[in-house]
């Protein structure tokens, strides 16, 4: 099993051995498995959990967070040689010499697994500035008529269908026209306007759509007497 | 209508004892789908397996009886099609939680699924999980499926503070089938082309053989010969997981006969 060596100015202060299944504490108190008699160090600083065949570090909020090889952490999978600076002290991370390790990439983490949708946000919260905790939002795109109709179209659908036929979400008549025309599908990238049938091709910023193409913002689109422009919102 | 050349195979890997991984493909009921199990001892595979036959048979039950159950709830933003594909995803994930609820052998288990279907002239793809489906159009290749891991979900909204979390985070999912009572699969619906190949596969391949190595393969080699060398170069680079694929390549059809069909390649000829 690993061990943890306490140093302060290159003197060495004690040696602690991890054991698997283990939680170690690291603070000021002295109920701390690792106590650190620091003014710099937080009552309760940081602690380390046995987490399958790995080690990690969770920073408890402590006043003046904990580093990894001179990086501020909040969490951290422990690796051979780590340096953990906890206030002025700082700790050692070393496995026995032939002791197996869990790989870089390895350890238990390497089987995928479902992360537990609570303790999920909850580590989240922990792991991640409150600024930056923002959902991602789906961009809806939208079309507004610049000819041949009025007003807003918001694309909703995966999938809308513009053509002749009544079914369509958009309805464009001719006598060229497709029963549907063309489609505007959402993928994870953005949308896209494709090709589907009938004599009348989209075209898109005058260029003529033979199969598909993704869609910009203020692209126009032309099919048949209708003119559309795409924007998508935030 | 569209043909469709198809073939799929899996491995177990270079350290896995079993494989956990199961898939299907069927070219009448054009349906396709990869699902990536876990679970200690066999719960993966039994969870993976019940995914992937439980889709199926409602999937065919809807192509050969059309009279299946309503659906209570559909989503209006998707085809009839996607519902049902939609509906058949949340049915396996039920089925997944209770036999995992149920049976303390099986507690946890889970799996993702990455689905495709086929209707007419467009493509449907839904996924649950971190299996990706990519399409390869016009000498490109894009992600069609969402990957529901924390890297990935935390690139969405903050990428620069995602690049500081730990790598090893890509493999904790955000999403799975059989994990909670309900499950919210990603849908996408385009349309496709001839030319256009599409792959769904684990991450056993996808950890080790970039987009890019993909888009070359399925371009220079038929399906079935593609699926093996995709196979065989994860083998290569250490094959640390199950590793699964499927190539689909939709080709014309050709089999439009009759006078109609006739007729129609005559006006091609005149208008083009």
Redesign the interface.
Known sequence: MPTLTLTFKDNTIATYRIEEGQSITIGRKASNNVPIENLAVSGHHAKIDSVGEGFLLTDLQSKNGSFVNKELVSSHWLKEGDNILIGKHTLIFAYDEGEQKPDELGGDMDQTMVMDTDKYRDMLAQAIPKAAKAEAKEPVGMLSYLAGGEGEIKLVKKLTKIGKSSTSDIVVGGLMMGATAATISKRPQGYSLSYVGGMTKPKVNGATVKESVTLKDFDQIEIGSVKLQFVSEK | MIAIESAGITDVGQKRTGNEDSFYLDDDLKLYMVA?G?GGHLAGEVASALVVDTIRDYMKRFKEEGDVEEMEDPD????KE?NRLLSSINLANQGVHQVAQSNEDYKGM?S?VSAAFFTG??MILANVG?SPIYLV??GGI?????THN?IS??M???PE?AQK?????Q??????MG??AAVEA??????C?EGDILTISS?GLSDLVSPEEILDIVKAEPPVKACQTLVDLANERGG??NITVIVIKINADNAKGGIMGMISRI?KKI?H
């Not at chain 2, 979390?165 to 985070?169: C, E, F, I, V, Y």
């Not at chain 2, 990603?186 to 349309?191: F, L, P």
């Open positions: 990536d876990m209006e933003t998707l085809s996607a889970g993702t002239d467009t971190d159009h016009d894009e992600l069609l499926s969402v924390v979900e935390q969405a909204i903050n503070m979390l730990d790598k090893r985070l493999h904790m999912l955000t999403r799975g994990i909670e990603d849908v996408c619906e385009i349309q082309f991450d640390h997981d006006m208008f």
